[in-house]
Each structure stands twice: as C-alpha cells, then as structure tokens.
C-alpha cells in the first residue's frame, strides 16, 4: 500500500473513532468531570505513547513555539470546548457542526496556504452554513427550552473552528518532526493546563480519581487508547502527507459512526429539521469542492492516486 493510500485509510479510521466517541464522551460526562475527563484523556495518553518515541523526543528548536500553540489550541481548547458542548447538546449534532469544517478550511487554506480558491466555493459555504445554523437553531425552531441547547451547539462550533486552526498549524511543523513526536508533546502541553481549573475552580473534581464508577473507567478508556493515542497518530501520519484543505473531507464518516452509537446508548432521536441541516451541511461541501469522486472511500479504493 502507498504511503498516500495509507494516510487516507489511516484518517478514515480515525474519523470513525472520534464519530463513535461523540456519544461515548456524552455518557460518560454523566460520571466524570470534564476537566478531569480531558487530563486523564491526554495525560494518560502520553504516557501510553511515551515507550514508543522515548529516543526520538527532540523537536526542530524553530518549530517549538508553534508546537506549544498547537497543543493549547487543539487539546486545551477544542476538547474543552468539545466536552461543555456535548453536555448542553446531543451528541448527534457534534459530527453536523464539525463537519462544517472543510469549508472553513479550504478557505483558511486558501489565505494561509495559499490553495486555490474555486469559483462555487462561496455558494458551497452559504449552502453548508445554512445547514448548521439548521442545525444548532432547531431547539428554536421546535419551540424547546433551547438556552443551554444553543449554548452548546455554539461551543461545539468553537471546537469546530478550533480543529481547523489545528489542521492549518500542524501542517507547518509536520516536515521536520517525527508524527509520533508531535503527538506526545501536544498531549503534555495541551493537557498541563487543565490541572488549574481541576485545583482552583473545582478541587473535589480530584476525589473522582478514587470514586469513579465502571462507566468513567468504560469511556476514559476509550477516550484514551481509541480517541488519543490511536486517533492522534493516525492524524498526524496521514496529515504528513495529505493536503491540509483535503484533510477536512474524512469528516464526512463521523456522522454514521455517531448515529449507530448515540441512539441506542443514549437514545438520541433523529428529527426532521436534523436531516435536512445535515442535508445542506454536505449538500454545501460537495458544491464548494465541484467533485464527488473525491470521496474518502472512493479515493482508498483508486488503483492510482
């Protein structure tokens, strides 16, 4: 296999991962304090990783400060910006609000990177932002008591945009470093800032270490072998060698891999209002990209690529 068509096997199943760890994280949010949840997440994870790179720790000395801002970015804030989400929104809306991502990236990379920019894209991010407002506004819509719905859907937006500036700075620290480097260094850093919410705003968080129940020990488990150390060196393999405006199209395998495990683990409904945002979600992707054929799945199976 190709070292092209294993970096798209490689964040295809990655993105499966995270799918089915948006629900996996929500319940275990009913049993574990977030900012806990988030340091023993990557914490733990860096730990796992730590054998496997412990001779090839050393970072470009030019590619340390963007390492440190990275790490802040995409496990501080994304994850906690991630896990205050899905305890305000379901679960189902996580992989529809991210999903919006690739937009916002080809555009970022489009300044940033200077990809070309496509005549439709503006008509593709219209129709795709159309969606997701569908989509986080639909408590308003279905006249539910939609403050803390909204809220969360917000900060699952946040998350989204967050992803995005991660893509965008990992892409520019991959060439000189080893992926399996990187993903330990962004886990210590992004994870040491954590422990200051744990001791200041919320010290009996600590006392969960001691207390928690089998469906903390179930979903930290999965969170940290499948989601962390997994996921992450997955992505950043793939993300060594794939386009950064082309990494955002893996996300159209969350939702499925969410679905199959939201409704029966937290018996989350699919309406009709959801269908259709996540219709124009997709709907604005394939506009803005003017190809189809550029399906993860389809480009896996090309004999050349």
Known sequence: MSVTKKSILFLIISNIIWGAGFP????????LNPFVFAFLRFFLAALIVLPFTYNNLKIAKKDIPALILVSVVSITLQIMFLFFGLKYSPSINAPI????????LIIASAFFLK?????KMLTGTLVSLIGVLIVMFRPVI?????INLILGNVLLFLSMLCGVAQYMMLKKIMYDNRPLTIVFWSFIIGSLPLIVPILFFNPTGLQMLTNMNLQAVLGLLYATIFSSVVGYCFLYYGIKYIKASEIGIFSYVDPLATIIIAVPLLSEKITGLYLLGSFLVFLGIF???????????????????
Do not use: C, Q
Request: no cysteine; charged share 25%.
């Open 142 to 146: 279905n006249n539910m008591n939609h």
């Open 24 to 31: 996996i994280y929500k319940w275990t949010l009913e049993a």
């Open 115 to 119: 990809d070309i920019v496509k005549p």
């Open 287 to 305: 506009i803005a990209e003017e190809r189809i054929h550029y399906h993860p799945i389809r480009k896996l199976l090309e004999n050349e690529l």
């Open 97 to 104: 609000i991210l999903s919006s991502g690739p937009i916002i």
